[in-house]
């Protein structure tokens, strides 16, 4: 069974730009949770979405945000980017929404300049 | 919100050493998950243990939930043990979860 996928798995932005981010989750899976890793916060959750609903969300700005397909693929986009956004961001798949076991795809490295 | 603490910060062990990892938290848990990240980033799946104890291979845990902690024992380390070890738990309904600042291992051959 094929694990978790995000695409792109590196990315350069300039700051100001928006920017877009994609999670594939393991195939049966219905639950896409997104999480940002800094050296300086650790990992954060961002949110999750369940059956294409938002079910929680982390503190971060509303220029993060994210939305979930039928296929229960989901994206997160930011927008108006500032070098603090420079992260790893992972996404999490879980068989339904909680509390159950997740799962994490490599990441997309996001470098903003 | 929940308080997670991992020590040590900092692990420096000989190759076939022993080591136990700690995870305390400061609220009621209803989840608890284990990981291994590894030098690329990826999150490696440990243990998905709210609460006893579990094995597999080198590597075991216990959560004693009614306590707030958390053990990862790592037997006979080998250098492929390095890496940066997370506790994670949950709180709420759904799947959030609250990690730890982690533990970063180094295995000396």
């Known amino acids: 069974k094929a694990g978790v996928t995000q695409t792109p798995r590196y990315l350069i932005k300039t700051r100001g730009q928006q920017v877009t981010l994609s999670c594939s989750p393991i195939s049966g899976h219905r639950s896409v949770s997104w999480y940002q890793q800094t050296p300086g916060q650790g990992l954060q959750f961002l949110f999750e979405y369940f059956s294409e609903t938002q079910r929680n969300k982390g503190n971060f700005p509303g220029r993060f945000s994210g939305r979930q397909f039928s296929n229960s693929r989901s994206e997160m986009n930011v927008s108006t980017l500032e070098l603090g956004d420079s992260a790893l961001y992972l996404c999490?798949?879980?068989?339904?929404?909680?509390?159950?076991?997740?799962?994490f795809g490599p990441g997309t490295r996001l470098t903003v300049t | 919100g929940i308080q997670v603490e991992q020590s040590p910060p900092d692990l420096i062990l000989q190759e076939g050493a022993n080591s136990t990892l700690r995870c305390n938290f400061s609220d009621s848990v209803n989840n608890l998950q284990w990981f291994h990240q590894n030098p690329w980033g990826q999150l490696i799946n440990l243990f998905y243990?709210?609460?006893g104890t579990k094995q597999n291979g080198r590597l075991s845990a216990t959560t004693v939930a009614t306590e707030r902690y958390s053990l990862l024992y790592i037997s006979s380390s080998q250098t492929t043990d390095s890496g940066v070890y997370f506790c994670a738990v949950g709180v709420e309904y759904g799947n959030k979860l609250v990690f730890g600042a982690g533990t970063i291992l180094r295995v000396k051959s």
């Open positions: 999490a798949s879980s068989l339904v929404s909680g509390p159950y076991e997740q799962y």
């Open positions: 243990i709210p609460s």
